[in-house]
C-alpha cells in the first residue's frame, strides 16, 4: 500500500500546472464552448479555490481516453481557478507512483467491494461546496460513443442538492486511450474539443434511472456537436472516429461484446449503481 499523504492544495496546484506545461510544450489546442455553464470565476490572486459553501456541483465527463480527465480540470482551473475532484477506483490508490498523488489532490477512492463510503464522501464533499468530477459510462468507451450510464451521478446530486453539469470531450482521446499509447507525432498542434452543457437540476425523488438516461443523450449531443466543427478532418477509416461516422472504431454492438469479454476476464469492475 503506498504512502498516503493528506490532501494539498500546493500539490494540486502542482498538478494543474504540469498539465498546463504540457499543453503549451505540445501546443495542444483545446477548443471549447458552453463555459457560460461553469461556476463562476473565483479569486484571481493565485489562491485555489477548493470550497465554496453551497456551490458544489457534480461533472458528468465523458470517458473516450485516459487524458479526458486532465482537460475537464484544466478548463475549470482556467474559468473559475477551482479544484476537481475525481471518483478513483481502488486500483488507482494502490499504485506506489498514483496512490500518493490520488490523496494528495483529495479525490474519492471507491472501494473493490464496499462502494457505500465513496458515495456518502462523494455527498459529503458536494454539500460542502466543493466540485465532484464522474465518469458516468464507469469505463473508457472504445466506440467513442457514450455508453450507458449508472447512476450514480445523478443520485449523488439529487441527495446533496447540487446541478449535474455535463461535459463532452472530443479529441483527446486521440492522444491517449486504450490500445492507442501516447504518440508525440499525433500530440503535436493536437485539437481537443469541449463542450459543457447547462447545469442540470434534479429534486430529491428524481428517477435515477430516466434521468441517467436523458444525461446520457445529452452527453452524446455534445459529443455530436465537438465532432460537427472539428477541426481536423479523419483519414478514412481513422481508427479514433466512430463506425457510424465511416471510422474504424467498433460498432456498439461490438463494443458490447468487448466489454462483456473483459468483465468476464476480471479486467472490469462489475455492475453498480454507486
Not at 473516450?64 to 473559475?80: H, I, M, T
Not at 506506489?96 to 474519492?108: L, N, R
Request: hydrophobic letters at 45%.
Amino acid at each position: 500500500m503506498p504512502w498516503r499523504p493528506a490532501p494539498n492544495d500546493r500539490f494540486y496546484r502542482l498538478i494543474v500546472r504540469t498539465g498546463l506545461l504540457l499543453r503549451w510544450a505540445f501546443r495542444i489546442r483545446v477548443i471549447s464552448t458552453g463555459t457560460g455553464h461553469l461556476p463562476p470565476a473565483g479569486p484571481r490572486n493565485g489562491v485555489s479555490r477548493a470550497v465554496v459553501p453551497g456551490t458544489g456541483a457534480v461533472f458528468a465527463v465523458t470517458h473516450f481516453g485516459y487524458l479526458d480527465f486532465a482537460v475537464a480540470e484544466l478548463l475549470l482551473w482556467k474559468q473559475a481557478r477551482a479544484q476537481l475532484r475525481f471518483l478513483i477506483h481502488q486500483g488507482a490508490a494502490d499504485h506506489w507512483f498514483a496512490g500518493p498523488a490520488v490523496s494528495a489532490s483529495g479525490h474519492v477512492v471507491v472501494g473493490y467491494t464496499d462502494r457505500a463510503g465513496a458515495y456518502d464522501e462523494a455527498v459529503a464533499k458536494l454539500r460542502a461546496g466543493e466540485y465532484l468530477a464522474v465518469f458516468p459510462e464507469a469505463g473508457v468507451s472504445r466506440s467513442f460513443t457514450v455508453r450507458g450510464c449508472r447512476t450514480g451521478a445523478v443520485r449523488m446530486a439529487a441527495e446533496a442538492g447540487v446541478p449535474v453539469i455535463p461535459v463532452s470531450v472530443w479529441g483527446a482521446h486521440r492522444l491517449l486511450t486504450r490500445g492507442h499509447g501516447f504518440s508525440p507525432r499525433r500530440a503535436w498542434r493536437a485539437p481537443v474539443r469541449i463542450h459543457v452543457g447547462r447545469a442540470l437540476a434534479y429534486a430529491p425523488d428524481v428517477d435515477a434511472e430516466a434521468a441517467t438516461a436523458s444525461l446520457r443523450d445529452i452527453l452524446q449531443d455534445g459529443i455530436d456537436r465537438c465532432i460537427a466543427d472539428f477541426p481536423l478532418q479523419p483519414e478514412l477509416r481513422a481508427w479514433w472516429m466512430p463506425a457510424h461516422l465511416g471510422g474504424g472504431a467498433p460498432t456498439d454492438a461490438e463494443r458490447k461484446i468487448l466489454d462483456s469479454d473483459d468483465e468476464a476476464r476480471g479486467r472490469r469492475r462489475g455492475p453498480s449503481k454507486k
